[in-house]
């Protein structure tokens, strides 16, 4: 397409313009979707990590909670890291049937220094 006078061009660049407007519209459209991963801790994710913590506390290993097929290797060992990081900060409602803090979590727990 060849612009032979100024009301063209105008014209052309006025198109040019709509054209940029809609695919600024769909650009910040693709920009904000959801790209999904990995749930933070929602109704779903705490009633799976409740039934390993009360798994975990009757005495069952890891590898006996992954070998009934409910949760994979990764995924308890996630739910183990943060059963405990609970017990260092004492949070019960994460697993409101531990006692006490068991010696291996004591040992991996940070201590606080005074200041």
């Given amino acids: 397409m060849k612009i032979?006078?100024?009301k063209e061009a105008l014209s052309r660049i006025e198109e040019l313009e709509k054209e940029n407007a809609e695919l600024k519209e769909e650009n910040e459209k693709l920009r904000n979707r959801n790209l999904g991963g990995r749930k933070k801790h929602d109704d779903a994710w705490m009633a799976?990590?409740?039934d390993f913590a009360v798994k975990y506390e009757k005495g069952m290993s890891v590898v006996d909670i992954v070998n009934q097929g409910e949760i994979s290797r990764r995924t308890a060992y996630r739910y183990l890291a943060?059963?405990?990081k609970m017990e260092c900060e004492g949070n019960k409602s994460a697993h409101q049937n531990t006692p006490n803090m068991s010696n291996?979590?004591?040992q991996m727990c940070p201590t606080k220094r005074a200041r």
């Fill in 104 to 106: 291996e979590t004591k």
């Fill in 48 to 50: 799976a990590y409740r």
């Fill in 4 to 6: 032979k006078n100024l």
């Fill in 82 to 84: 943060y059963y405990r």
